[in-house]
């Protein structure tokens, strides 16, 4: 009888302290963690074991609790021997469980960056070294060397760059995001030349890229790029200078203090589409897809001029003769005029 007591009481204990060390591990793995702070995260490196990653929370402050809890719930969650290399996030709701199941699947911390539709090069080449955690290799890189780095020797980096937005994670470099960049570019050009209308006065599509730049940086405005491209492309055709702005300001680099003169017209560069035929001879920024769609398919028409309207709209006048665009170019400057004598005026009126 007395034996049978006792192993009574042994079972029930047995079980009690069976049910205390499940309620435990529940608790530990479904309770948010301690100390954890808003918007910090947890780097997972190459062969980072449990052992490793404890200590590393344990750094931020971060209470882990008891290492065998962690090993039964990472076997639980099938994330023992399975965590993925990257940055998790982490937040005062995270629980060791779902800490386990995110490195277990790989969900880690992506951050975007933008090329803009316009940039050229050295915007580019800026905006990425102003990214923190983004692992920089760039600066020691000429063009020359970035382009050999992409496999592209000989080639100028300029417009060869797809303005999109694209995700990154921690370990990823400035070059990794650039070679996704030219990926998406020359399949976007691709697309484009393969679709292009017939009879382009364009050689290849290069070509195509470089009318492309120019009609992104004439207008940001999305009905008219079709548009200036008909004017450019008429031009092309007939054999008559592009004379347009823009290539005359890239061609002067940094010399270029926002004012562009009457002797700036007429100093020669290569990128000078007032002193020389055709097209320059790279892209002058990046163009984004509409205006690379814009310069295949270009807008009918008989207009061989445009000029901004000058009312702060960003739109353009086209015309078909010189004199037409001459009394458009008065009224541009004289509307131009007023809109900013009017500014003046109103920023000096009292409060």
């Not at 290069?206 to 008219?224: F, Q, R």
């Not at 097209?279 to 002058?284: D, M, N």
């Amino acid at each position: 009888m007395k034996f049978r007591t006792l192993l009574l009481v042994l079972v029930l204990a047995a079980a009690v302290a069976a049910g205390w060390a499940w309620q435990r591990y529940h608790a530990f793995a479904d309770a948010p963690m301690v100390g954890v702070r808003d918007d910090t995260s947890l780097l997972v490196s190459r062969g980072d074991n449990l052992g490793k990653l404890l200590p590393k929370l344990r750094e931020q402050g971060i209470t882990t609790g008891d290492r065998l809890l962690w090993q039964v719930l990472a076997r639980e969650t099938g994330a023992s021997g399975r965590i993925q290399v990257g940055e998790y996030a982490l937040n005062a709701a995270t629980t060791p469980r779902a800490l386990l199941l995110a490195m277990r699947d790989g969900k880690v911390v992506r951050r975007n960056f933008t090329i803009v539709e316009g940039w050229n090069i050295r915007d580019l080449r800026a905006a990425l070294g102003k990214v923190a955690l983004l692992r920089q290799t760039l600066a020691d890189m000429d063009d020359a060397a970035l382009m050999e780095a992409l496999g592209q020797k000989g080639q100028s980096p300029e417009g060869r760059f797809l303005p999109e937005t694209y995700a990154w994670t921690r370990g990823d470099s400035d070059l990794d995001i650039l070679k996704r960049a030219y990926a998406a570019m020359d399949k976007a050009l691709d697309a484009a030349w393969a679709g292009r209308a017939p009879d382009l006065p364009l050689k290849n599509r290069v070509d195509a890229l470089i009318l492309a730049s120019i009609i992104e940086k004439e207008t940001g405005v999305g009905d008219e790029r079709p548009r200036i491209a008909g004017v450019f492309v008429r031009r092309l055709r007939m054999g008559m200078r592009l004379q347009t702005d823009p290539t005359v300001i890239y061609g002067m680099g940094s010399s270029y203090a926002g004012n562009l003169r009457r002797v700036d017209l007429d100093t020669d560069t290569p990128y000078n589409t007032y002193t020389r035929d055709g097209l320059p001879p790279t892209p002058i920024a990046m163009p984004g897809e509409a205006a690379l769609r814009a310069a295949v398919h270009p807008a009918p028409g008989d207009a061989l001029y445009f000029v901004a309207v000058g009312d702060g709209s960003g739109r353009h006048v086209f015309t078909h003769t010189l004199g037409e665009h001459s009394a458009a170019v008065r009224e541009y400057i004289q509307r131009n005029r007023a809109r900013l004598q009017g500014a003046q005026t109103a920023g000096a009126s009292p409060k």
